[in-house]
């Protein structure tokens, strides 16, 4: 079994900052992408921002040159910094992580997500 558990969600006002981290834990063999997916209300899930296991990262338009993703891979983690944050960004942030498996099935992870809520 493989878990995902995220943090740092919250209460913001319009322009602030939160970090959200996840963590991997379990019968793992080795991570390649992890990722940030949210879902606001009433729309699909959503891609954030993703990295691969020797650090390139990709992100969603809306969120470039505010959010930034990091990966520790020796502590199996993954945080995601947001900057500049409006309304918009009000969502469930969910972590998603491809691993393969200490009985090496390639598998892909969900959390179970972390509210961020941006007030004006």
Do not use: H
């Amino acid at each position: 079994q493989v878990q995902l558990v995220e943090s740092g969600g919250g209460l913001v006002q319009t322009g602030g900052s939160l970090r959200l981290s996840c963590v991997v834990s379990g019968s793992i063999f080795s991570i390649n992408a992890l990722g940030w997916y949210r879902q606001g209300p009433g729309k699909q899930r959503d891609l954030v921002a993703s990295i691969t296991k020797r650090g390139s990262t990709n992100y969603a338009d809306s969120v470039k040159g505010r959010f930034t993703i990091f990966r520790d891979n020796a502590k199996n983690t993954v945080d995601l910094q947001m900057n500049n944050l409006n309304a918009e960004d009000t969502a469930v942030y969910y972590c998603n992580a491809d691993v393969v498996t200490t009985n090496y099935y390639a598998m892909n992870y969900w959390g179970k997500g972390t509210l961020v809520t941006v007030s004006s």
